[in-house]
């Protein structure tokens, strides 16, 4: 794996993030000093749970430049320096067979961890803006006909990663005997 191929995820990240943070720098000024933050499915989506304005743009944006963050070094980096035994790959003993397949082994997580980050990522900033659009009806309901695509694009998304993680570690055709 090249480090151009890397790069793509990289850049997505960070202009991902660089999205996510604009997002509270821009429209936090235009929250109400009360957000909505939590809704009941079974009230038709109305607000349930609530969160000073300056709490929510200060914990909102910790989320979106932490967890990401925090995905990418796990699934991408932290592998690197934990012992090979701990992790749980498919075929764990053939990619660890030699130096070279295990260093391909190690950029395939870091690619899959940075776009796991940019999946979760782009999650974060629909419900953020799901939620800024939730705060400007009264009283505050939220938006199902946002959420429910984001729901069911972020799962698609996720599985679609995970098949692409394991297909990623299946044995190649040529060693199967």
């Not at 235009?30 to 109305?46: L, Y």
């Not at 075929?91 to 950029?107: C, D, F, G, I």
């Not at 996720?158 to 190649?172: E, K, V, Y």
Request: glycine share 8%; net charge positive.
């Amino acid at each position: 794996m090249t480090e151009r191929r890397v790069a793509v995820p990289v850049l997505l990240l960070l202009a991902l993030t660089c999205a996510s943070i604009a997002f509270f720098v821009f429209y936090g000024p235009d929250f109400p000093p009360t957000m909505a933050v939590h809704f009941g499915a079974g009230v038709g989506g109305k607000a349930n749970g609530f969160m000073d304005r300056v709490k929510f743009i200060v914990l909102g944006s910790f989320l979106s430049f932490m967890l990401p963050a925090f995905i990418a070094v796990v699934v991408g980096v932290l592998p690197r320096v934990v012992p090979w035994r701990t992790l749980n790959l498919p075929n764990k003993a053939y990619w660890a067979e030699t130096p070279e397949r295990r260093e391909h082994a190690l950029k395939s997580l870091l690619w899959f961890g940075l776009w796991l980050a940019c999946l979760v990522q782009a999650f974060l900033i629909g419900i953020n803006v799901s939620l800024m659009q939730a705060n400007q009806v009264d009283p505050p309901a939220l938006p199902m006909w946002g959420v429910v695509p984001l729901a069911v694009l972020f799962t698609v998304g996720t599985l679609g990663w995970a098949w692409g993680l394991i297909r990623a570690f299946t044995m190649p055709r040529v060693n199967l005997r």
